[in-house]
């Protein structure tokens, strides 16, 4: 067995250290056996954060545009199945992002990865 000092970050966290750090190595992978002890979080929504309010606005033909939802994974090949206030939306792989045309009002969008972890977020949609 060998110690080694390790930066230890949420999903959320690593999604942006990837992108803007060259130096930054994700934490290895567990054994089987040691990840079933273990609480850790892999799934994490970027957009929308708990309680945000999103206006939606007009596009230049006049409609309405798309709300686009982001969550990461730290499994890259990690499949996620997105809901939003518990309607089926889509599934995603790789690149976790999906456009949405959500009503005005209250939502809650649920994720749940393929190993059944699951995260939760309330947002608001609001008009003018």
Not at 10 to 20: D, I, N, R, W
Not at 40 to 55: A, M, S
């Amino acid at each position: 067995m060998k110690h080694v000092p390790w930066f230890v970050v949420s999903p959320t966290q690593e999604y942006f250290y990837k992108q803007h750090s060259l130096f930054y190595k994700p934490l290895p992978e567990y054994l089987p056996e040691c990840a079933s002890e273990l609480n850790i979080h892999q799934l994490d929504i970027i957009y929308p954060r708990e309680g945000f309010k999103i206006y939606i606005p007009v596009n230049e033909s006049g409609e309405k545009g798309k709300c686009i939802l982001k969550a990461t994974h730290k499994n890259t090949n990690a499949i996620l199945y997105w809901q939003l206030d518990e309607q089926f939306v889509g599934t995603t792989q790789k690149f976790h992002q999906i456009s949405v045309l959500p009503d005005v009002g209250k939502h809650t969008l649920s994720i749940t990865d393929s190993e059944g972890e699951t995260m939760q977020v309330k947002f608001e949609v609001i008009g003018k």
